[in-house]
Nanobody, 115 residues
Framework: QVQLVESGGGLVQPGGSLRLSCAGS????????MGWYRQTPGKQRELVAA???????DYAEDSKGRFTISRDNAKNTIYLQMNSLKPEDTAVYYC?????????WGKGTLVTVSS
């Protein structure tokens, strides 16, 4: 069993930055591929960025060049550094461990990009 808790969301102006954190507990954190997803009302949850157990990364097209995913296995934590934020980045951001269909999810943290 894996428990995931996201933090770091909030209100930010367009062009601003936020850093999301996801703290995991309950099992050997380092063995899991991890990801950040986001969801807006009426839409499916979509991948923002992913990081493998070995540290390899993958990004959604819109995230490339603006967002950076990283992990600190010693702290059982992954991060999402988000720069140059746009209003369309407004969403609830979820942390995932182990994949979309079979993995574990946090409860999400709301990011609002607005002036």
């Amino acid at each position: 069993q894996v428990q995931l808790v996201e933090s770091g969301g909030g209100l930010v102006q367009p062009g601003g930055s936020l850093r999301l954190s996801c703290a995991g507990s309950g099992t050997i954190f380092s063995i899991y591929g991890m990801g950040w997803y986001r969801q807006t009302p009426g839409k499916q949850r979509e991948l923002v960025a992913a990081i493998s157990s070995g540290g390899g990364t993958d990004y959604a097209e819109d995230s490339k060049g603006r967002f950076t995913i990283s992990r600190d296995n010693a702290k059982n934590t992954i991060y999402l550094q988000m720069n140059s934020l746009k209003p369309e980045d407004t969403a609830v951001y979820y942390c995932n461990a182990g994949g979309y269909h079979m993995g574990y999810w946090g409860k999400g943290t709301l990011v609002t990009v607005s002036s």
